[in-house]
């Protein structure tokens, strides 16, 4: 599975970005897709997941009510719409594959994309 994330840049706090990653090499409605973040100097953690329906959804709480997670089936690719960005959103976004219906966890996915920068300006 290839995955090609995209969408990321400079944002004043406030603002907002929406994040692509486009997925290859498998069939899309046969992966749970997530969202992760790496600030510097920390380790990876869990943003958002969305189940291979897309019916289910989780998000970590200190996104809850600003991101929103979503697929299009039909593209085979999977969105983050981020909104009133902060800037401990900072840092470098990877959208990852899994096997399973949906997964909260990193170690849960096997394909990772490149990961895309955002950077919020306070």
């Known amino acids: 599975v290839q995955l090609q994330a995209c969408g990321g840049g400079l944002v004043q706090a406030g603002g907002y970005l929406r994040l692509s990653c486009a997925v290859s090499?498998?069939?899309?409605?046969?992966?749970?897709m997530g969202w992760f973040r790496q600030a510097p100097g920390k380790e990876r953690e869990f943003v958002a997941a969305?189940?291979?329906?897309?019916?289910?959804?989780d998000y970590a709480n200190s996104v809850k009510g600003r991101f929103t997670i979503s697929r299009d089936d039909a593209k085979s690719t999977l969105y983050l719409q981020m909104n009133s960005l902060k800037p401990e959103d900072t840092g470098v976004y990877y959208c990852?594959?899994?096997?399973?219906?949906?997964?909260?966890?990193?170690?849960?996915?096997?394909?990772w994309g490149q990961g895309t920068h955002v950077t919020v300006s306070s």
């Open positions: 969305i189940s291979k329906s897309g019916g289910t959804s």
């Open positions: 990852a594959a899994t096997n399973l219906r949906v997964a909260l966890r990193d170690a849960e996915y096997r394909s």
């Open positions: 090499g498998r069939t899309f409605t046969s992966l749970g």
